[in-house]
């Protein structure tokens, strides 16, 4: 009798976890779709999600998009795609919990427009952000300022506008934080003046010269 029960609670253990395998895999599915859902090629005229086979269980085989650490995504990348479109709310609170896996977020060099999603704020285990090099439009979330695990949040070359949030000025020294050439964003209380607060830069950025502080590339002409 009590090697039986013993396999039946070993059963109900196994169906248990893989249920909330599945479920978990669903999630996030959803929740990418959701997210991504309004972004379309602008050479082809397909929405970006539909190349992914959205009937997956779990989306760690859209190798292309994702990358996963097991079965959780920790890595979303679009770059340097022509696309236009916006990003999309999370809304429903277990897409936000499925996606709270996530590190590294990068969407960068496409061309999308709208607003940066609060849903970003949410993650709370991001480290990386990059949205640099689209028409990004509106104000910086704040709640970006209270990830407690940020350390590089590159949004230069969009069209922001509105204040840096102070928590993310107070963490900037810290912290790489690029929000140059957004012409009508304040950025009088960042230092350096360039909007720039580098410490180790770890994001994909285009070959030239970067100002750092009072150093420059002024040493190139000399030669």
């Known amino acids: ?4 029960i013993s396999a039946m609670w070993l059963l109900v253990s196994a169906c248990a976890v893989m249920l909330f395998w599945f479920a978990t895999g669903d999630d996030q599915v959803d929740a990418i779709v959701t997210l991504l859902g309004g972004l379309t090629n602008t050479i082809d ?11 997956l269980v779990n989306p760690c085989s859209w190798t292309s998009l994702v990358g996963c650490n097991g ?8 770059s340097r795609q022509p696309l236009s479109g916006q990003l999309s709310e999370l809304n429903d609170p277990d897409h936000v919990k499925a996606l709270s896996a996530l590190t590294h977020l990068s969407i960068y060099e ?3 427009n709208g607003s940066i999603p609060l849903t970003f704020g949410k993650f709370t285990n991001l480290i990386q ?17 209270s990830l407690p695990s940020l350390s590089v949040l590159m949004l230069q ?19 790489t934080l690029n929000v140059s050439n957004n012409v009508e964003l304040d950025v009088s209380e960042l230092s350096p003046p360039t909007a720039i607060s580098v410490s180790t830069i770890t994001t994909p950025i285009s070959i030239g010269c970067i100002i750092i502080t009072t150093i420059t590339c002024a040493l ?3 030669w």
């Open 1 to 4: 009798m009590g090697r039986m």
């Open 110 to 112: 496409c061309g999308i």
């Open 157 to 175: 070359d969009n069209l922001l506008s509105g204040k840096v949030p102070e928590n993310l000025i107070l963490k900037s020294a810290s912290m």
């Open 129 to 145: 952000v990059h949205l640099n090099g689209n028409k990004l439009s509106g104000q910086i979330p704040e709640n970006l300022g």
């Open 45 to 55: 005229q397909k929405k970006v999600m539909d190349e992914f086979d959205q009937t």
């Open 220 to 222: 190139g002409f000399l």
């Open 71 to 78: 079965n959780s995504v920790i890595r979303i990348t679009l």
